[in-house]
Each structure stands twice: as C-alpha cells, then as structure tokens.
C-alpha cells in the first residue's frame, strides 16, 4: 500500500520542471531512480509470484487471477443495459 504513494510522488518528482535546463542532472538522477525501483519491483513481483505457485499449486493461482477478469467481462452487459436505460430515460 506503500509502494503506489510514493512511485507516485517520484514520477511527479521526476516530471517536474521537464523542460528546464537547470533541473537537467537531477532528471536524469530521477530517470535512473525510476529504473531500478521498477526493476526492484518487478523482481520482487516475480519472486513472491514464484514462492506463491510453489507453495499453492498453479492451478489455485490460476483461479484466483482469472476470477476478476471473468467478473469484468461478465459485468460489462450490466453497463450496457444501464447505458441504454439512462439513454431511454433522456430520449423520453
């Protein structure tokens, strides 16, 4: 919960005063914080990735990441049905 609070302060860090030439060190100092935080991240998304299959079993995993899809895809004629209702309300 942490981790998107301050990636966001850093990416707007990293933005501010883009065209300025005098802020031109620290934006490449950003640029390379940005880097290897991602990169961090990322390795650290696949490691607890890998333990977690390890120790559930894949087929559990795959479940679990597959359920808030379906249930996105199944929720989008409940936005078209409410979209076309709200359309007849206005037209009438």
């Given at each position: 919960?942490?981790?998107v609070p301050a990636f966001s302060l850093l990416?707007?860090?990293?933005?501010?005063?883009?065209?300025?030439?005098?802020?031109?060190?620290?934006?490449?100092?950003?640029?390379?914080?940005?880097?290897?935080?991602?990169?961090?991240?990322?390795?650290?998304?696949?490691?607890?990735?890998?333990?977690?299959?390890?120790?559930?079993?894949?087929?559990?995993?795959?479940?679990?990441?597959?359920?808030?899809?379906?249930?996105?895809?199944?929720?989008?004629?409940?936005?078209?049905?409410?979209?076309?209702?709200?359309?007849?309300?206005?037209?009438?």
């Amino acid at each position: 919960m942490i981790v998107v609070p301050a990636f966001s302060l850093l990416v707007l860090l990293q933005n501010y005063d883009r065209n300025n030439p005098k802020y031109q060190s620290l934006h490449k100092v950003m640029d390379g914080i940005s880097v290897v935080v991602g990169f961090a991240l990322l390795w650290f998304t696949v490691d607890v990735a890998i333990d977690v299959i390890s120790t559930e079993g894949i087929a559990d995993v795959l479940i679990s990441f597959c359920i808030p899809v379906v249930f996105s895809i199944a929720y989008l004629p409940v936005i078209l049905l409410q979209s076309k209702r709200c359309t007849m309300i206005y037209l009438f």
